[in-house]
Structure formats: structure tokens, C-alpha cells
């Protein structure tokens, strides 16, 4: 729980490396919570909102491959800033469940694992962009040892973005990132096997967040077929968007 702000909702953010599943099973679990009467408001990093999503643009856009790692940074860290007082602290205020696909973990992931920036720098611009709002719980959804399989389910149906252009290397230095803070902080990061079937991974996903929602995790609120809906859900980035879901990276 945010130690600063208090709040009455519940806010939840998904990490990992590309392709790992994270839009596909943040969608579902949406589903799950709205089934059981949860207000849910799903986000994703970076935009989200009209500033944010130009940010978006001009940190994504291939043709911005001289860009610093500083001024990357700071790219992700304003479009984080307005995302939080725009759209998760209300949402929070209200007590609503918040999802968000990425968050501060992946800025320490790419930024300062993946781009070689100071640790410490980059952990103290997080707290500050985040405007005092930490997650809940924080989902990390691996999907093997080596990030080529992500990469490739990443981009198996569009161009890579200058991100996922960023090399094997740079993103090899991303999943020991992601393996090194779920094991830094337990209590927050709950690993998640993606990669098999996608209902099993649905099932782990809810259970790893039912003690946060008042789901029983041995016996979540579900009929034996429910998580089956998961195998069959296709979900595309650019379509995140309504009510409730705002889209972004």
C-alpha cells in the first residue's frame, strides 16, 4: 500500500519484457473484477492522456534513434506524472480498481538496467513522477528465459518500435531486471508464468491479487469454465481505449 496516499481503491500494475502477456492478461482480469461488481479503470504506459500520448509518439518513433537516455527518461517520467493526477489518483480517490500495464518498474528496467542511467537517479525521478502513488501489487509476468520469444510475439503482426529495436543485449539487461526486483521486493511482485495456456496463467493472475479485491484464491468466485474465455481473447494494443481503459506503450 501507498504509504503517502492513502486511498480506498486498489491499484495493481503489470510488468515484464515484451510479448509477455501483459495486455492480454490485464484485460482479462478487468473482465473477472467488473463480473464481480468492481469499478475498473485499465491504463498503460506511456500516454493515456493528450500530452501523454504525444510523449508516446516521440519516445516510440524510430526515427528518434539519436535520442539521449536522459532525455528518454524524462520522456517516460512527464507522461507518468500526468497519467497519475489525470486519471490514477482520482480513480483511486473513488475506490476503484486501477490497472496498469507497466509503471515504475519498468523505468528501472529499461532506463537503468537496459540504458546503463544511475540507479538511484532513477528511482528518486519514479518517486517523483509518481506523485507519491505506489502499487499495490505488482504482477510480473515472465515468459522464459530469453527475451527473443517475447520480442517476437511483440511484433509477429506490426513494425518494432525503437524500443524493441533496441537490441538482444539491451533487452537481455531488461529480464535480469525484472528478475532482480521481483526478488527485492516479495511482498509487492508476484511472478506469473506466462507462455502455456493462457486460462492457467488467467487463473495465476487472479489469485495472485484476490487477497487485494476480497476474492477467496482457493476458491475464486468463478465456474470452472470461466477462465477458459481467456484462450480465445485477442486483444490489440491500439483498441485499449473507452470509459474505463485508456491506452498507451
Known sequence: MNQDCQHSGVFITFEGGEGAGKTTHLT????????????????????????????????????????APEAELFIYEAARAQLVREHIEPALARG?????????????????????????????????ASCGILPDRTLFLSCGSSPITGLKRATDDRAADRMEQAGLDFHQRVACAFDDLARAYPDRIRRVQSGTYKH??????CKAVADLVGWDPDHLPFDTTYFAQADSLHVNKADMSGDNEVGQR
Open 200 to 205: 492457467d496463467t488467467a487463473r495465476s493472475v
Open 96 to 128: 476503484a480498481v486501477v490497472l496498469c500495464d507497466r509503471y515504475m518498474d519498468s523505468t528501472i528496467a529499461y532506463q537503468a538496467y537496459g540504458r546503463g542511467l544511475d540507479r538511484h537517479f532513477v528511482h528518486d525521478a519514479n518517486i517523483f
Open 28 to 67: 482479462f482480469l478487468a473482465r473477472a473484477l467488473r463480473d464481480t461488481g468492481r469499478e475498473v479503470v485499465c491504463l498503460r504506459e506511456p500516454g493515456g492522456t493528450a500530452i501523454g500520448d504525444q510523449l508516446r509518439r516521440v519516445v516510440l518513433d524510430t526515427r528518434n534513434d539519436a535520442m
